[in-house]
């Protein structure tokens, strides 16, 4: 079985910056390749940044420039930082592995 557990969130004024984390517990092969999801209130969930086993990454253009994904292996961990944060970025902020995600944890960008 693979368990996610996001943490992180809160809220943040615009411009500001927060890191958001992904415990993964549970056989995950390491080719899996791991993603941050997000869904705004009202809207469906959307992608937003993708990490594949070789480091290699992808940004959904609404965030590219402003979050970077990463990985601790050594902690089963995975990172979303995000920095230039904007209004439209508030949302529940999920991971996911192959098909399980975790229950998500709650950013807002606020003045």
């Known amino acids: 079985q693979v368990q996610l557990v996001e943490s992180g969130g809160g809220l943040v004024q615009p411009g500001g910056s927060l890191r958001l984390s992904c415990a993964m517990s549970?056989?995950?092969?390491?080719?899996?390749?791991k993603a941050w999801y997000r869904q705004a209130p009202g809207k469906q969930r959307e992608w937003v940044a993708d990490?594949?086993?070789?480091?290699?990454?992808k940004y959904a253009d609404s965030v590219k420039g402003r979050f970077t994904i990463s990985r601790d292996n050594a902690r089963n961990t995975i990172y979303l930082q995000m920095s230039s944060l904007k209004p439209e970025d508030t949302a529940v902020y999920y991971c996911?592995?192959?098909?399980?995600w975790g229950q998500g944890t709650q950013v807002t960008v606020s003045p």
């Open positions: 549970g056989s995950i092969p390491i080719i899996y390749v």
């Open positions: 996911k592995v192959a098909d399980n």
């Open positions: 990490i594949a086993s070789s480091g290699y990454t």
